[in-house]
């Protein structure tokens, strides 16, 4: 950690335990940010999987099967 994150976290360690809550919730959803060209290529997959579905040429897996190979 560079002297300014640890500059950060000594201010934050001063906070109630209440702000702290909040900001590492803050911090926390600023990771979750999404990327609109990875959110649009994904929806085009999806929905090209779902049609190919739709057509008969891909087969749904049923879910006991597929969590069964990672257990």
Known sequence: MDASAMALEAQACKLSPLARLKLVDALLNSL???DRE???L???EAEGRL???QRGEMQAIP???VLARYR
Do not use: H, N
Request: charged share 40%; aromatic share 14%; proline share 0%.
């Open 32 to 34: 979750d940010e999404s």
């Open 38 to 40: 990875t959110d649009r």
């Open 42 to 44: 994904w929806s085009i």
């Open 51 to 53: 049609a190919a579905f």
């Open 63 to 65: 879910l006991d099967d």
